[in-house]
């Protein structure tokens, strides 16, 4: 098994995983609500957003690791009740997922594991690999044919980067890569080579 690589600050990560076994991990609406709820207690403090999707039994996240002199430790939120001896996103990632799995286990009477052992990770090394990972993560419901066109799935980040909301998704950053918001929109319209972000498909996710 190939070693993870250490996720470092000041640079730009595409994070996915899965369920065990491929199983699902989201079960109905309020368990998308209250993973994105966990997101932003034990990640936000850690890392900017560029873009999210959570699909039935695995989801995708384009982040930015903050340097850890802008992280007020004060801030954090642990999946103990004490701090724990080393701070850094690995472990809240880590959090995060025990918090979502002890949720889902006493909700669904169920016991074991719900997601992968190890999260992946890949590091994002030009705009061109952004630009494209952005429109690969918002229009993954459309590969995996969950439906027809991006505006229509619910979970995930292309409503908030549409949308006069309030969010904490790096909007204006990412608004400004793609120029504007019609040509953000007019990206994501266009059916893109999929041969140019091969290495950004995961085929045996669905």
Avoid at 13 to 40: K, P, S, W
Avoid at 83 to 93: A, E
Avoid at 140 to 161: C, D, L, Q, R, T
Wanted: glycine share 2%.
């Amino acid at each position: 098994m190939a070693t993870k690589i250490n996720l470092e600050e000041n640079k730009y990560y595409h994070i996915y995983n899965r369920g065990n076994n491929n199983q699902d991990i989201f079960f109905n609406n309020e368990n998308y609500y209250y993973f994105l709820r966990l997101y932003a207690k034990y990640i936000d403090p850690f890392a900017e957003t560029y873009a999210w999707c959570l699909m039935k039994n695995h989801f995708h996240l384009l982040i930015y690791v903050k340097p850890f002199e802008q992280i007020n430790l004060a801030d954090l939120s642990y999946t103990t009740t004490h701090r724990p001896k080393k701070i850094g996103i690995t472990y809240q990632f880590s959090h995060l997922f025990n918090a979502y799995t002890q949720s889902i286990n006493k909700v669904f009477n169920r016991s074991g594991s719900l997601f992968e052992k190890s999260f992946e990770r890949k590091i994002v090394k030009s705009e061109k690999y952004f630009k494209n990972l952005i429109y690969y993560i918002h229009n993954n419901p459309v590969h995996h044919k969950f439906v027809e066109n991006i505006a229509m799935y619910p979970w995930s980040s292309y409503g908030s980067v549409i949308s006069n909301k309030p969010t904490k998704l790096k909007r204006e950053k990412i608004i400004d890569l793609f120029k504007n918001e019609v040509d953000f929109i007019n990206y994501h319209s266009l059916n893109h080579n999929i041969s140019d972000i091969q290495d950004l498909v995961i085929e045996h996710y669905k």
